[in-house]
């Protein structure tokens, strides 16, 4: 399973208690007070893995929870502290905070849909207990963006464990000889995120179900896509490197088909384009023969049409054409005609039989993505 977007709930470990005890030592009378401080609870602490692909490990474990401290003892001894909890995400990932108040001590009401009969239900609430039903997407300009974790081993101390009570040997002083006071450990800091990872690619694939992406991806990097002649074989973004001789590298990300109308949800809908929002460059793959009946023009638009939909800075960012599938008969006339709508654009015919084209785009690709080079 593939998850990229997901709700957690984040507790951070309480403080241990402050303990209250009095030194007890053969010939010591009144020896004092010797209540020893609790240990702070541990932290909830976000660490990015390169090994680590999606977010699923919160779907299994969406409450993440650390230990808290333990209380303080005798002999002023310190409770000891609880260990931070590590929770690996990938390279990536966001982290919004939503807006969280406290659950009340009343137990939760019983979860009833276990037991509602289907057959009396209509078909929409039928759908939303067995979680067909798209939820509605998150509007993250009102959340808090408050981590964006984009180097590797980068780690991010989500919610603080809190600090240990004080024990009874902080209360002394020249009137009080004998404390009782002692405070209790501080609560952890509690909240609820929105995860999301966007991932990390120079370019983006972007184009029609069966456009040829994923071969396109196959053929200039070390990627393995699946490959396939009906529409979305790919469900899942993947990333490839491209290398380009002699020591630079490039990745390019390989995402879902996406058709028109995706951002009312037709097809696998348009939320995997999170993927590319971070590409310096969209590389739009047309099925220039128009092999499935449509036109390339009109593919262009429509692409475009659903980018600007989804965020309009995607339509501002630096883009070119590959006019795919140039060996099938249709190509070059639909491609002439492709070129005098689109004078200015850069367009790249590749064809899968031929290796025509692929040089100069995996070179244009370079040019358009790498830092240029300093003069010496
Ligand atoms: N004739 C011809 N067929 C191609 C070319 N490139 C890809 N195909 C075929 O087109 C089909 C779809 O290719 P994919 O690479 O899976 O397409 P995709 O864009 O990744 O499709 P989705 O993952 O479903 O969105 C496969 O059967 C490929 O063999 C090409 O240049 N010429
Ligand atoms: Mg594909």
């Given amino acids: ?197 966007r991932k990390i690619a120079d370019a983006g694939l972007v184009g029609y179900p069966n456009a040829g992406k994923s071969t396109l991806l196959s053929r200039i990097s070390n990627a393995h896509p699946r490959i396939a002649p009906y529409p979305f074989t790919t469900l899942t973004p993947h990333i490839g490197v491209v290398e380009l001789p002699p020591y630079d590298r490039i990745t390019v990300a390989d995402i879902p088909g996406l058709i028109e109308g995706a951002h009312t949800n037709v097809g696998l809908g348009h939320d995997f384009l999170r993927h590319i929002v971070r590409c310096k460059l969209l590389i739009f793959v047309l099925d220039m023969a128009g092999s499935e009946g449509r036109e390339p023009i009109d593919d262009l638009q429509k692409l475009r049409k659903e980018l600007d939909l989804y965020d309009p800075m995607l339509s501002e960012r630096q883009w070119i054409v590959v006019a795919n599938k140039m060996d099938l008969p249709e190509a070059e006339e639909k491609l002439a005609h492709f070129r005098t709508r689109y004078k200015k654009l850069e367009i790249f015919p590749i064809g899968s039989n031929t290796d025509d084209g692929i040089p100069q785009l995996i070179k244009r690709l370079g040019e358009l993505v790498l830092p240029a080079p300093k003069p010496f």
């Fill in 1 to 197: 399973m593939f998850v990229d977007h997901i709700k957690i709930h984040a507790t951070a470990g309480h403080g241990g208690r402050g303990c209250v005890a009095f030194r007890r030592e053969k010939f010591v009378p009144r020896g004092g007070p010797s209540g020893g401080d609790g240990g702070r609870g541990g932290d909830i602490v976000l660490v990015t893995d390169a090994n680590i692909d999606n977010l699923v490990d919160f779907y299994y474990q969406p409450n993440l929870r650390a230990k808290a401290g333990e209380p303080g003892s005798g002999k002023n001894c310190y409770g000891r502290a609880a260990e931070d909890q590590i929770y690996k995400v990938p390279i990536g990932t966001l982290v919004y905070r939503m807006p969280f108040e406290r659950i009340s001590e009343e137990p939760a009401p019983r979860d009833t849909s276990a037991y509602v009969n289907l057959e009396t239900l209509t078909d929409e609430e039928v759908a939303t207990f067995q979680g067909k039903k798209s939820r509605p997407r998150v509007d993250l300009g009102e959340l808090e963006l408050i981590a964006d974790l984009t180097e590797p081993g980068q780690t991010f101390i989500l919610c603080k464990g809190g600090g240990g009570g004080k024990g009874n040997v902080h209360f002394k002083s020249s009137k009080n000889r004998v404390p009782t006071q002692f405070t209790d450990g501080e609560e952890g800091e509690e909240g609820e995120y929105y995860v999301e990872l």
